[in-house]
């Protein structure tokens, strides 16, 4: 199949999923066409079966904000006519599902029909797209894909109950290549605390909804009991009120923030624990790559964080906001090595359910009934009946 893949090149779960993906489909032998504004963080270009097309935003004076949209549009158009691409998947509803709209539309005029698969990611609809000023446009964006997926069962009940949605929803669950995560030959503890001392961790992109100030909440209250270290991933608006926080309780010096790192894989694996107490998280593709790496997790029970991090099972969760009873069952379980190991593994063996594998096939399975959709009826022979 050639594949259109449209998503943000950020370090942000969407673009990571929608990333990972492609760059499987391709080492199956399919062509994969990223369409994005520069290059996907975690996507090397010079692999065989991967391309990656530029949209470029001309930058016009007339303009207070810039069309990324229409650009993207055309930039679609352009790719499926000059690569012939059979369908486009497109990652994140804004703006990507209406600019796929209107590249369908277009290209419709040009005698090619070529269906849209959408995959709606989290703020896409809980956060951005339930906004007034988007609402009709993500509604009918949804509306006029061929197939809609997301990648939980909560984000699911969250679109039905947000938008008036006519078409049927489909869960297909973010996924995790489990191998990248074993086996590190570098995990030396010692590379980020001294001996003795736990590892916490924090991946985001340290916006409002991932309440960082919990984070540093809780770590401050397990470091009272145990000595650690809270390492910090990733950047954004909410790391400097971070940082004054921790310089206010006195354990500043306890923190590391290394900021946008792609060696996550490294960090986590000389982690003892993950903290992610979101005020509200689709899924949770952080908790998940900890699991992966046999790091309990201890999380909030919003949206679909419950379906990854089982609470008692693969570390814990509680009520947004309730950092007391994350930091009171971090300190129990980092105190019993047994139940500790044991947890490490439970985790382990949760994120294998999540294991690429598993899921690929059924975004395969998703690209044949999109494409079924616009097959043209093979045309009678004369004389046939
Ligand atoms: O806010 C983020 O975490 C980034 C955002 C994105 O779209 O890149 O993440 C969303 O999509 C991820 C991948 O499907 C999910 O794992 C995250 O839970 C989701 N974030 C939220 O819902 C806040």
């Known amino acids: ?50 391309y990656y ?3 470029n935003v001309q930058d ?32 994140y509803a804004i703006p990507h599902a209406y600019a796929a709209y209107m590249a369908k539309q277009i290209l419709k005029e040009k005698g090619i029909d070529i ?44 679109t039905l109950r947000f938008f008036p949605v006519r078409k049927d929803i489909l869960v297909v669950p973010n996924f995790i290549d489990v191998s990248l995560y074993q086996g590190e030959v570098n995990c030396k503890k010692a590379q980020l605390a001294p001996e003795g001392e736990r590892i916490l961790t924090h991946v985001s992109n340290f916006r409002k909804v991932k309440r960082v100030k919990d984070v540093v909440s809780i770590f401050a209250l397990i470091h009272a009991e145990i000595p650690s270290r809270l390492v910090l991933i990733g950047d954004g608006p909410e790391r400097e009120r971070a940082e004054e926080q ?11 923030f290394l900021g946008k790192t792609t060696e996550v894989h490294r960090v986590l694996c000389m982690s003892d624990l993950f903290l992610l107490p979101s005020d509200s998280e689709s899924f949770g593709l952080a908790a998940l790559e900890a699991m992966a ?87 009678r022979k004369k004389g046939a009946r």
Do not use: W
């Open 115 to 158: 269906p849209v698969i959408t995959t709606l990611h989290g703020t896409d609809i809980t956060l951005v797209g339930k906004n007034p000023s988007y609402k009709p446009a993500v509604t009918f964006s949804i509306n006029h894909s061929d197939i809609v997926t997301c990648v939980s069962n909560s984000l699911k009940m969250d």
């Open 246 to 256: 921790a310089k206010e309780l006195g354990i500043f010096e306890q923190l590391i």
């Open 293 to 379: 790496a046999k790091v309990p997790v201890l999380s909030s029970n919003a949206g679909g964080l419950p379906e990854v991090n089982i609470d008692g099972v693969t570390g814990f969760t509680a009520d947004v906001g309730d950092v007391e009873t994350l930091a009171r069952k971090g300190i129990a379980l980092l105190k019993d090595e047994a139940r500790f190991q044991q947890f490490r593994m439970q985790a382990f063996e949760k994120a294998k359910e999540f294991e690429i594998e598993r899921i690929l096939p059924q975004y395969l399975e998703l690209y044949d009934r999109a494409l079924g959709m616009y097959k043209k009826p093979k045309s």
């Open 1 to 50: 199949m050639k594949i259109g893949i449209v998503c943000y090149p950020t370090f942000g779960g969407s673009g990571v999923v929608a990333t990972e993906l492609g760059k499987h489909l391709a080492q199956m032998g399919h062509k994969v066409h990223f369409i994005t504004y520069s290059q996907p963080v975690r996507l090397d270009i010079l692999v065989e079966n991967i």
């Open 53 to 55: 097309h530029e949209v």
């Open 60 to 91: 016009y004076p007339l303009f207070q904000y810039q069309p990324y949209e229409l650009a993207l549009s055309s930039k679609m158009v352009d790719t499926v006519l000059n690569e012939g691409l059979e369908l486009l998947h497109v990652h």
